[in-house]
């Protein structure tokens, strides 16, 4: 050894910031945890607590993403093959609740008559607020009148969404499917898994990408991609309808190859591939948005901020653009939706029974890709695939991606609720961003009543599951006052040693936790040798 060593060799050797990484990832230690001061309210005692980041993306901490599925995979699998219904009736109201019912009702009563005899009602509004707030405090949940301290619209912009084509039944509150019973008198409840896609917009190839990039259809693409949750919600509602029940779901939505949405559904109870293909062909979106046919500003010639008036003008004749609520009023009764998003007619669909091999295959496939960005879950490693993703990104550039989108300027529409600084073109809605392909909603979407409990109650099944294991005393959280550290504080730790803290802490639990296992099973196995003998 000469004790020289070239750049090249020392670039060879990791660094140790990357060794405890990798540590930290083999052993699920988050890589960025947060730091807390857990203070004991009775005696005033500190305790430094490091808690996990939470990510739900791999490319943010892909621990805290993996964890984070594994939540989502039992969540899924808890739901899909319930037998008996997730969430009981409420009770009827108690005496104490009735009572102040029918205070408000009396008082409602008595406000409505001495406003229509001209005289005051604010003394009775007053009463009326004061008894919505006990009405709250004795435990019901909503509001005596939902409408009360709404502004109101002189004119509804809600426009009517055409009754789908389909049979109607009344749905029951039943959210468990059919039981069927095979000749051996065995009973069965299958579940369903479903697979829907987006319409073709031009036919592609084994990679995804336009045979014919000219002719596909990429603004069809982006608008389908920005509304297919509200596509899926119109689908949930029709299914409910013909099937008659409240059929449950837990759903999520990834991209296909050619990068458009679709979305994988685990279903409580069954319907036929009849009753589906007939769904699905009825359901559509219709979007009542101002039309976007002409291109109004565009390059230099922009709308400008009035700040006087609180909106843009134009700057040729310096009137005010239509608001976007003048913009909805004028779509009249015989003009035509903005755009219909519907389904391809392509689907996919199987029954799967309660723990079968096929049930979790499929719950496999439903969280696959959930700690990842829909943009990331396929990378485009060809030049026809990285311009398929620069064509359906200039779709999107200048489609409007809500009623508050910078882009209604290029069109001559003042976006709702407009602020200074909009451009079109520039809007930093998610849809528009290059890793959401259009689609900026939810990723996981799960009806209430999947398996009646949310992911936080997932978490804390777990916690409770943990601490048993671990035989800890459970934390009582009243006891305790919680602060977030902060960088100037004296006892912050940097992110370097709050990361070995983190794996510090990983290895411990790992160890506690196996230890507890083992005890488990020695217990176990003693307690089978006796029976043994005992025999
Ligand atoms: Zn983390
Ligand atoms: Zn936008």
Redesign the pocket.
Known sequence: MTGRTTRADRLAHPTTRDAIRAVAENHGA????IQLRRINADTGQTDQVLI????TLAS??P???ERAKVLRTAQCSEGWHLDTEPIADPPPPDEVQAMWVEHRAQAQAMRDQAEAAGQGTAELDELIGDLDQEISRSGLRGKADPARSRPRRHRSTRRRQDAPDLPRRKVSPRTVGRTYTARDGKTFRPSMFLTLTCPSYGRVDENGTPVDPASYDYARAARDALHFAALFDRFTQNLRRVLGYDVQYFATIEPQKRLAPHVHIAMRGTLSRTELRQIIAATYHQVWWPSTDVVRFDGDYLPVWYDARGGYLDPATGELLPTWDDALDAIGPDDQPRHVARFGAKFDAQGVLAGTKDSSRCIGYLTKYLTKQLGDCHHPDSDAQREHVERLADALRYEPCSPMCANWLRYGVQPKNPRPGLVPGACKGKAHRYDHLGYAGRRVLVSRKWSGKTLADHRGDRQAWLTEMLGLPAADPARYRWEQVQPEDEDYLPPGRRLLRSVGDRLQWENALAEARRRAQDALSSELSSTGRAA
């Open positions: 988050c890589l960025h945890p996990p980041c939470g990510a943010k901490c621990p805290c993403a």
